[in-house]
């Protein structure tokens, strides 16, 4: 079964850390770019970090340069994303993505108080 399942969400103070991971199965996972997005309430999804296959060139939005940190483990077939400094703002449903394959994960939530 082909499927990316994330989990590591949760609810931290402002200025805290939280790691999200990924895991993905049923594939070959290296192959493609993969991704971190977010969707607050009432907003519109957007993307947070990519990180290349082979390369592993590394791509942040604006808002989080600085304070996240995305990784990949191919031979676990495993995406992360370090999140430091937590701000109110990042509150959101965090979803990983394969973009190549444009496969998706069913969220984790993310509460910054």
């Known amino acids: 079964h082909v499927q990316l399942v994330e989990s590591g969400g949760g609810s931290v103070q402002a200025g805290g850390s939280l790691r999200l991971s990924c895991a993905a199965s049923g594939y070959t996972y290296n192959r493609n770019c993969m991704a971190w997005f977010r969707q607050a309430p009432g907003k519109e999804r957007e993307g947070v970090a990519r990180?290349?296959?082979?390369?592993?060139?590394?791509y942040y939005a604006d808002s989080v340069k600085g304070r996240f940190i995305i990784s990949r483990d191919n031979a676990k077939s495993m995406l992360y994303l370090q999140m430091s400094s937590l701000k109110s703002e990042d509150t959101a449903l965090y979803y990983c993505?394969?973009?190549?394959?444009?496969?998706w994960g069913q969220g984790t939530q993310v509460t910054v108080s």
């Open positions: 993505a394969d973009v190549g394959s444009n496969l």
């Open positions: 990180i290349a296959t082979g390369s592993g060139n590394t």
